[in-house]
């Protein structure tokens, strides 16, 4: 079996957490943020988890796992 190439883009986008669950940041965050609550451009930091849907596509973009 050759080895499989992992998508640089996804693998910039996506973390994987200690336990294996796929991690990402929101989106809308890059600017225009000073019209944005408080609490809106805190949660923005935040990394959320990925939607289960989008697990198993996403997982074969990064087939080894982030480091």
């Known amino acids: 079996m050759p080895k499989l190439k992992t998508h640089k883009g996804a693998q910039n986008r996506f973390k994987l957490t200690g336990n294996g669950k796929m991690m990402r940041m929101k989106g809308l965050k890059s600017h225009l943020r000073?019209?944005?609550s408080k609490r809106a451009r805190r949660?923005?930091?935040e990394m959320i988890p990925v939607a289960k849907a989008d697990v198993q596509r996403l997982s074969r973009l990064i087939p080894?796992?982030?480091p």
Do not use: E, I, P, V
């Open 64 to 66: 080894y796992g982030t």
């Open 34 to 36: 000073r019209n944005k």
């Open 43 to 45: 949660q923005f930091d």
